[in-house]
C-alpha cells in the first residue's frame, strides 16, 4: 500500500500552499474570512491547470477525469481554467495520427468541465520542431498549426479581461530556423515580448496575471543539490526571463503561472510572484513527480490582491507492463518517504526524552 505523501510533508505543503499576497503574507485557511465586505463583491477564483499530458497510455483518461471532476466538485466555483501547456503528451516525436488523436481526447474529456477555460500552449503541444520529429515540415499541420486550429486560436499569445483584472497568456515555444528544419527553444523572442510591453500597457493600472509554460525562475538545481546543474540549463527555465522579467515589474503584473518542471515551487521577485503549479499528470501518469503530486493551483483575486493554494486530486497511477522504470522510481519514492518518516520520529522521540 501506498503511504500518503501529505502525510511525510504536510508542514512543508502548509508552508508552501499559504496564501500569499502580493508582497505579503497571509493565511490560505482564512482565504475566506478576511476578505469580506466590498472585497467579496468582486473576488473570484479561477484555476491553473498545467501539463495533463494526455495520452491513451497508463490509464491517463481516467487520471484527467478525475481531475476534472475535482475542479468540477470544488466548493466555491472557479471563474475559468488557465490552461499552462502540454496539454497532450508529446507532437514533437510523436507520429501525427497518434498527436490528432491526443488532441481529440484532451478536448473531449476537457469539454467535462462545468466552467470554460482558455488554452496555453507547451513545448509537447508543437508537431514535430526537434531531432526526433516524425512528421514532413511540408506538412500542413507542421509546427502549431493543427494545435492553433484544434483550439480555434488565431495566435498562439494573446490576452483577456476578467472583472477588472487583465490576463495575459504568453507562448514559451520558439522556433529556431536551423539549415534543414526547426528546432525549438525555450523563449518568448523579440516580437512577442514587444507585444506583451504594449498589451500591458494598454490595460493601464489594472491588476495583471500572466501564465507561461516554461518558468521564469525553476530552481532545480538547488532543489537537488547538484552544484554542476546550470541555473540557465538551456531547457528548464526562459532564455529571456531577465527581458519578461522587467516588463512584468514595470507593469504591475502580480502573478506569473508557470509549468514544465511539473513541481511546485514559488518564488518572488521585484513585487512579481513567481508560481509553478505542479503537473496534472504527475510523472506522466506514473505517480508524483520529485516531490510533486498530480494538483492544479486555485488563484483567487480579490480587490487587487491574489492568494493561491496548491491542490491535489484523488489518483493512484495505474502503469502499463512495459513501464518498468517508472515502477522503480515510485519504490524509491516510497522507500525515501519510509526513511523520512522514520527520521522523523527518531528525531521527535529524542526530543520528548530530553
Ligand atoms: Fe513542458
Known amino acids: 500500500m501506498l503511504i500518503p505523501r501529505r502525510e511525510?510533508?504536510?508542514?512543508a505543503c502548509a508552508a508552501g500552499a499559504a496564501g500569499l499576497l502580493a508582497g505579503t503574507r497571509d493565511d490560505?485557511?482564512?482565504?475566506?474570512?478576511?476578505?469580506?465586505?466590498?472585497?467579496?463583491?468582486?473576488?473570484?477564483?479561477?484555476?491553473?491547470?498545467?501539463?495533463?499530458?494526455?495520452?491513451?497510455?497508463?490509464h491517463a483518461p481516467e487520471g484527467y477525469r478525475q481531475c476534472i471532476a475535482s475542479i468540477n466538485a470544488r466548493k466555491q466555483a472557479p471563474d475559468f481554467v488557465l490552461m499552462g501547456g502540454d496539454m497532450v503528451f508529446d507532437g514533437c516525436y510523436t507520429a501525427k495520427e497518434d498527436?490528432?488523436?491526443?488532441?481529440?481526447?484532451?478536448?473531449?474529456?476537457?469539454?467535462e468541465l462545468k466552467c470554460p477555460w482558455r488554452p496555453c500552449l507547451g513545448n509537447h503541444d508543437v508537431l514535430g520542431w526537434g531531432a526526433r520529429e516524425k512528421v514532413a515540415r511540408t506538412d500542413p499541420d507542421y509546427g502549431k498549426n493543427m494545435i492553433l486550429k484544434s483550439l480555434e486560436l488565431?495566435?498562439?499569445?494573446?490576452?483577456?479581461?476578467?472583472?477588472?483584472?487583465?490576463?495575459?497568456?504568453l507562448d514559451s515555444a520558439y522556433p529556431a530556423e536551423g539549415?534543414?528544419?526547426?528546432?525549438?527553444?525555450?523563449?518568448?523572442?523579440?516580437?512577442?515580448?514587444?507585444?506583451?510591453?504594449?498589451?500591458?500597457?494598454?490595460a493601464g493600472d489594472r491588476p495583471k496575471i500572466a501564465v507561461v509554460h516554461v518558468a521564469a525562475f525553476c530552481n532545480v538545481g538547488q532543489i537537488e543539490g547538484d552544484p554542476k546543474r546550470l541555473a540557465m540549463d538551456g531547457s528548464m527555465v526562459l532564455w529571456d526571463t531577465k527581458e519578461l522579467r522587467k516588463i512584468l515589474e514595470r507593469h504591475n503584473v502580480r502573478l506569473l503561472l508557470q509549468g514544465h518542471s511539473h513541481r511546485v515551487e514559488?518564488?518572488?521577485?521585484?513585487?512579481?510572484?513567481?508560481?509553478?503549479?505542479?503537473?496534472?499528470?504527475?510523472?506522466?501518469?506514473?505517480?508524483?513527480?520529485?516531490?510533486s503530486d498530480p494538483g492544479y493551483t486555485v488563484v483567487r483575486c480579490a480587490g487587487d490582491r491574489v492568494c493561491w493554494t496548491?491542490?491535489?486530486?484523488?489518483?493512484?497511477?495505474?502503469?502499463?507492463?512495459?513501464d518498468a522504470v517508472e515502477r522503480q522510481r515510485i519504490a524509491e519514492q516510497q522507500a525515501e518517504r519510509i526513511e523520512q518518516l522514520r527520521l522523523r520520529d527518531l528525531e521527535q522521540a529524542s526530543r520528548q526524552a530530553r
Do not use: C, M
Open 8 to 11: 511525510v510533508l504536510a508542514g
Open 28 to 58: 490560505a485557511a482564512t482565504a475566506d474570512g478576511p476578505h469580506q465586505s466590498s472585497e467579496a463583491i468582486d473576488s473570484f477564483t479561477f484555476v491553473h491547470l498545467t501539463d495533463q499530458h494526455v495520452t491513451h497510455r497508463r
Open 99 to 111: 498527436y490528432a488523436n491526443q488532441i481529440r481526447l484532451f478536448k473531449e474529456i476537457t469539454s
Open 154 to 169: 488565431k495566435e498562439p499569445y494573446y490576452s483577456f479581461d476578467h472583472k477588472g483584472w487583465h490576463f495575459v497568456v
Open 179 to 202: 539549415d534543414n528544419r526547426i528546432s525549438q527553444e525555450p523563449r518568448l523572442g523579440a516580437a512577442q515580448l514587444e507585444w506583451l510591453g504594449y498589451d500591458l500597457g494598454a
Open 266 to 291: 514559488d518564488t518572488f521577485w521585484n513585487n512579481v510572484w513567481y508560481v509553478t503549479s505542479a503537473g496534472a499528470s504527475g510523472a506522466w501518469w506514473a505517480g508524483s513527480w520529485t516531490g
Open 310 to 322: 496548491h491542490e491535489t486530486f484523488r489518483w493512484e497511477p495505474r502503469l502499463d507492463p512495459q
